[in-house]
């Protein structure tokens, strides 16, 4: 049986992949390729966010009852890498490779300490405790699937 948190799980990678696009066309200084692999990201990361902060964690919140744990300092990284994001946008509007480039390590970093969490932390923990919400993963995987196609 799927786990609630399996399309979540994969959306990561698939973020991941969308933020590598953007990297490397800023790497090869294409503006453009860069502008679309950007916007992409942006909205895919948003996607995830959304569908985190919208049904997974308040369902979690409710099943245990815990709302200033994992799911709090997760919902503060989304705010973190939200402004790093809006960084990158800005450096990228004024063609500034070296900022882009700065905004874009630290967000890499900030991502991938952020995943390492909720893959080894916070989603076990949900998948223990939303354990049958069939439901919920249902939901999980609608709203990322209408994003990933």
């Not at 909205?43 to 569908?51: A, N």
């Not at 919140?61 to 994992?70: R, V």
Request: proline share 3%.
């Amino acid at each position: 049986m799927m786990r609630v948190t399996e399309a979540l799980e994969q959306h990561h990678k698939y973020c991941d992949d969308t933020f590598a696009a953007a990297e490397e066309a800023a790497r090869q200084g294409d503006w453009p390729a860069c502008t679309q692999a950007l916007k992409s990201f942006h909205h895919d990361l948003e996607q995830h966010f959304g569908v985190e902060e919208s049904l997974l964690f308040p369902a979690f919140e409710q099943a245990t009852g815990m709302t200033a744990g994992p799911t709090r300092m997760m919902r503060m990284e989304h705010v973190q890498m939200r402004a790093l994001v809006e960084e990158m946008e800005e450096c990228l509007r004024a063609r500034d490779a070296d900022g882009l480039a700065g905004a874009a390590e630290t967000l890499l970093v900030l991502m991938q300490q952020h995943n390492l969490k909720e893959q080894n932390i916070l989603y076990p923990m949900c998948d223990q405790h939303l354990h049958g919400a069939r439901d919920l993963r249902e939901r999980i995987g609608a709203a990322l699937a209408t994003e990933t196609t």
